[in-house]
């Protein structure tokens, strides 16, 4: 998940809330991609089983929850209401455009054979969303 | 929201980061404000008015 904060301006000066939110958001992102290549290992060469198999196969998933929340964290710590207007601007075409992504991938994988997307690649989406939407709104607000 | 900020800056040869530091907001705001993309919330509409010293329809007009 893109640690970038909504709709910073190049060359625009962090808010403190907005430096807080970096040096939250890349250790998280850490620890999901060695808790990631830790369970994929594990699946590969020592395949659990029992309660172990859903603890292992949730445990890349928790860092990625802590992201967002901590997105969350961020618009509620920001002062400026003017950046935390354009990062929730950001955060809603981000989520709508995944949302509407997954609608339509939804149909087409239901009635017209498209190969299953596996739901935790959203992820992945909402980065490119996020991306998307923050230079959108940095072009806006120019 | 039409405003009358830059006028009103330019009248105190200020800045936007002067105006920014003394309204305690960031320098893209008083620009996002200035030309009209950003209509202020009212606690800072009335921070603004303050700063100066004229009633918010003064400065902010509909």
């Given amino acids: ?3 970038a904060t909504p709709a910073r301006r190049r060359g625009a000066q962090w808010s403190p809330a907005m430096k807080r939110h970096q040096q939250r ?3 998280t992102l ?3 991609a060695a808790t990631l290549s830790a369970v994929m290992w594990l699946f590969q060469t020592h ?3 029992g309660p172990v198999k859903y603890l292992a196969a ?3 998933a928790a860092p990625l929850i802590v992201v967002v929340w901590l997105f969350g964290r961020y618009v ?3 002062t400026d209401e003017f950046r935390r207007w354009q990062a929730i601007l950001t955060l809603l075409i981000a989520l709508g455009l995944v949302l509407s992504a997954c609608i ?3 149909f087409l994988e239901a009635f017209a054979g498209a190969p299953h997307v596996p739901l935790y690649h959203v992820a992945t989406m909402f980065v490119v969303a996020q991306t998307l939407a923050s230079i959108a709104v940095a072009l806006r607000y120019r | 929201m039409k405003n009358r900020l830059k006028v009103l800056r330019a009248e105190r040869d200020w800045s936007q980061a002067d105006l920014a530091d003394r309204l305690d907001v960031s320098r893209q705001s008083v620009n996002a404000i200035e030309t009209g993309k950003y209509d202020p919330s009212l606690p ?3 921070k603004i008015a303050k700063l100066f010293e004229m009633p918010i329809e003064a400065i902010f007009e509909g």
Avoid: C, D, H
């Fill in chain 1, 1 to 3: 998940m893109s640690p």
């Fill in chain 1, 104 to 106: 339509v991938w939804g």
């Fill in chain 1, 30 to 32: 850490v620890v999901y």
């Fill in chain 2, 44 to 46: 800072l509409a009335f």
């Fill in chain 1, 25 to 27: 958001v890349w250790p």
């Fill in chain 1, 47 to 49: 395949p659990p089983t």
């Fill in chain 1, 58 to 60: 949730l445990a890349p």
């Fill in chain 1, 76 to 78: 509620y710590e920001e």
